[in-house]
């Protein structure tokens, strides 16, 4: 069973940066690749960024292209999440998620939440206009 531990959400104001961090841990797992999906109020959970694990391959939604950056620390099972130029549609509960069955491997998977079976319990992101 992996665990993820998110952390860095908060308070902010538009325009403004903040980075959020995700640690993965457990016994005996793989890492294929790891994401952040976000759920604003009233709304269905969205897909933000991903980043494969070997190759560092990145993904972003088009949303967040040019503002948010993902990145990874292998050696600490850690997913980073840069966000800068925040908007005030942004605010949401932000999920850290990782795929440890290689299903990211599959077409789209990457981009929708099928693609990851463990998530963390969430950090919420608000930014004030």
């Known amino acids: 069973q992996v665990q993820l531990v998110e952390s860095g959400g908060g308070l902010v104001q538009a325009g403004g940066s903040l980075r959020l961090s995700c640690a993965a841990s457990?016994?005996?797992?793989?890492?294929?690749?790891m994401a952040w999906f976000r759920q604003a109020p009233g709304k269905g959970r969205e897909f933000v960024a991903a980043?494969?694990?070997?190759?560092?391959?990145?993904y972003n939604a088009d949303s967040v292209k040019g503002r948010f950056s993902i990145s990874r620390d292998n050696a600490k099972n850690t997913v980073y999440l840069q966000m800068n130029s925040l908007k005030a549609e942004a605010t949401a509960a932000y999920y850290c998620?990782?795929?440890?069955?290689?299903?990211?491997?599959?077409?789209?998977?990457?981009?929708?939440?099928?693609?990851?079976?463990?998530w963390g319990q969430g950090t919420q992101v608000t930014v004030s206009s």
């Open positions: 998620a990782v795929d440890t069955r290689k299903a990211t491997h599959d077409g789209d998977a990457v981009f929708d939440s099928y693609g990851y079976d463990a």
């Open positions: 457990g016994r005996s797992f793989s890492i294929y690749a």
């Open positions: 980043v494969a694990w070997r190759s560092g391959t990145t």
